[in-house]
């Protein structure tokens, strides 16, 4: 009897996605012809930052690994794995940028690969039994060989412990910058930062907001798991790994001077500008200009200052979730920074008006309600704008 063909997805999903992303699915193909462009070519590496750059870029973007990795979760309405996806592809993007800025970083990045293999082994070891390795056929001259080679470069990743005690440790990464102040130091990148990785950091790391989000609040105030699909979350995920495949090939034009990439890339950035609306700010100029980074903030504001227009809605509630790390409520201040005065909601716990930018009653912060634009560039970090409870 011939087994039944498995079906790993959820098809009535599909037509869902199709319908709400069909001019992305129009123009997919541009992206893959702009791909192709940057990365299936012959060149030479002549440095290491310069095979850093590309195969990060590859991982990203070659045969859309990471992106049709969110494509696919997406999808199929799987917006928190989505954004779980693209935590991982933020990084990679934003290191690739700060290489390419900082070149003579790349040797560290390629040496600290020893210190991650020396921590395998050592952790492998602790917890199977010191002959672990050698019994499954790995030769001991082979793990000596890693072990000489981490020596080698032990001393570029030691950090001092405490200045005191005159003690230090291994360092945990290959740079002493976290992921914040790395994207900063990676140019027009870091402005992604709230979408591609404070908000999906959330989901992908064990906290209390990953499983609060998924909590949906029935009459009498019983609480219920939600495990229907997250339609929002993956419109963001969706949107924000887009703008990073502009970057992957903006990095890779300009790092190689791919001058056969400028039209395809000036193509791609329109198709974005398309897909998910358009705005006033972001001018033919700007895009002959072809300038990715200028674009995201343009885009960022325009959406902003379109919104306003529109004026805020005051449904009670919506749009507010339970959100304690101070990047949010940065990005709170950010998104209604201006003090306009009708952005205004209704606490949800203590029903009762509150200005943005202001404490309400019950000790609660309080956001703006925006009106459904979910794809929009600034939908992403808007919801960055949570309330928090007391």
């Known amino acids: 009897m011939k087994p039944p063909n498995p079906i790993f997805g959820i098809p009535e999903r599909w ?14 193909p ?18 290491p930052v310069d095979a850093v750059v590309f195969f990060i870029g590859r991982l990203c973007a070659e045969d859309f ?6 494509l696919l979760l997406c999808g199929n309405g799987y917006g928190v794995g989505a954004l779980k996806i693209l935590r991982g592809m933020y990084e990679r993007v934003v290191t690739a940028w700060y290489l390419h800025r ?5 040797e560290a990045f390629l040496n600290f690969y020893w210190v991650e293999r020396h921590r395998l082994v050592n952790a492998i070891k602790a917890v199977f039994g010191g002959d672990f390795l050698t019994n499954h056929g790995v030769p001991q001259a082979e793990i000596d060989k890693h072990e000489a080679k981490f020596h080698e470069v032990r001393e570029q990743f030691i950090e001092p412990l405490c200045k005191k005690c005159n003690t230090n440790r291994l360092s945990g990464s290959w ?45 009498g105030g019983v609480d219920t798991f939600n495990g229907g699909p997250q339609y929002d979350k993956a419109d963001e995920a ?20 791919l001058n056969a990439l400028e039209e395809p890339l000036q193509k ?24 990715v980074g200028t674009m995201a903030r343009a885009i960022n504001w325009a959406r902003y200052d379109r919104l306003k227009a529109q004026g805020h809605s005051e449904r009670s509630g919506a749009g507010q979730a339970w959100a304690g790390a101070a990047a949010e409520r940065r990005a709170h201040h950010w998104l209604v920074g201006r003090r306009d005065p009708s952005a205004r909601t209704r606490c949800r716990r203590s029903r009762s008006p509150c200005p943005a930018l202001s404490v309400g009653a019950a000790g609660t912060i309080c956001a703006p309600t925006w009106p459904n634009t979910s794809r929009s560039a600034v939908s992403i970090v808007r919801r960055s704008a949570m309330a928090r409870c007391a």
């Open 15 to 28: 037509e869902h996605f199709a319908n709400s992303h069909a001019l992305f699915l129009e123009r997919r």
């Open 30 to 47: 541009r992206l893959e012809e702009a791909a192709k462009l940057a990365f299936t070519r012959e060149d030479a590496i002549s440095a």
């Open 65 to 70: 690994e990471d992106f049709m990795e969110i």
């Open 102 to 106: 900082h070149p003579e970083k790349a």
């Open 175 to 219: 740079t002493r910058l976290d992921m914040v102040a790395l994207a900063k130091k990676a140019g027009d990148v870091g402005q992604l930062i709230i979408q591609g990785y404070h908000l999906p950091t959330r989901q992908a790391h064990s906290t209390v907001v990953a499983v609060l989000e998924r909590l949906q609040e029935l009459e």
């Open 238 to 257: 969706l949107l924000t790994a887009h703008m990073l495949m502009l970057y992957v090939f903006e990095l890779q034009k300009e790092h190689f001077n």
């Open 268 to 291: 791609c950035v329109q198709d974005f500008q398309d897909i998910w609306g358009s705005a006033p700010p972001i001018t033919t100029q700007l895009l002959i200009r072809g300038s």
